[in-house]
């Protein structure tokens, strides 16, 4: 079945650079899009969402990129922090079903933040 | 204001028994998602309600099921727990307009031996 997925399970980063944590999802059908931040024991933490109508979003120190063209998804952190690392998911639904609170999620990248 | 409330936070089941989860959600939502997040995946679809119906499930056994109360707080039943029962269960509230953001609980987690 369709489903979303991340290139990269694991991102290490040096605190103070930008992050960019990539998402490929494959339901052409999808039109909203969610990043999320997990922290260990802890539920997702919604960081910043996207409609399929815009190209990009800018949030603090974050950003979301969409290329529908070629179905991909990124977030990009900027001046990354150790208060950033963390596991980020991506995920997606289709607003315009009765399934709209339907969101699939990717495996998850792993961000490690080094001094 | 309070975020979404899951109980308890953790809990531990022998297989066969069954258990119910709680979850609150935000004040003024009325919409209620929950998940299974299995340890190193992301959190796979079980259940959403809507106004106290049931507005979509997941691939996910008859064992699974939930309700919606009026007032928008829910439940999720697991009937004849197995091992692979064994995960985090997250419960997501949101508003039911056309850009919405699911907030989630802390989740449950459930250990089943």
């Known amino acids: 079945g369709e489903s979303v997925g991340l290139h990269l399970p694991t991102l290490s980063v040096q605190e103070g650079d930008n992050s960019i944590i990539n998402c490929a999802y494959s339901n052409s059908a999808s039109d909203y899009f969610i990043w999320y931040k997990q922290e260990s024991g802890k539920g997702p933490q919604f960081i910043i969402d996207i409609r399929s109508n815009m190209d990009k979003r800018q949030g603090q120190r974050v950003t979301v990129l969409l290329n529908k063209t070629v179905k991909h998804l990124s977030l990009q952190i900027a001046a990354t922090q150790p208060g950033d690392s963390a596991v980020y998911f991506c995920a997606e639904s289709n607003m315009t079903t009765d399934s709209w609170g339907k969101l699939q999620f990717g495996a998850g990248t792993q961000v490690v933040v080094t001094p | 204001d309070a975020g979404v409330t899951q109980s308890p936070t953790h809990l531990i089941k022998t297989r066969g028994q069954h258990v119910t989860l709680r979850c609150s959600p935000i004040s003024g939502h009325k919409s209620v998602s929950w998940y299974q997040q299995v340890l190193g995946q992301g959190p796979q679809f079980i259940f959403q309600?809507?106004?106290?119906?049931?507005?979509g499930r997941g691939n996910f056994p008859d064992r699974f099921s939930a309700r919606q109360f009026p007032n928008y707080s829910s439940e999720l039943n697991v009937n004849a727990l197995l091992l692979g029962d064994s995960a985090l269960y997250l419960c997501?509230?949101?508003?039911?307009?056309?850009?919405?953001?699911?907030?989630f609980g802390q989740g449950t987690r459930l250990t089943v031996v």
């Open positions: 997501a509230s949101s508003t039911w307009t056309g850009n919405t953001e699911a907030f």
């Open positions: 309600y809507y106004e106290k119906e049931e507005r």
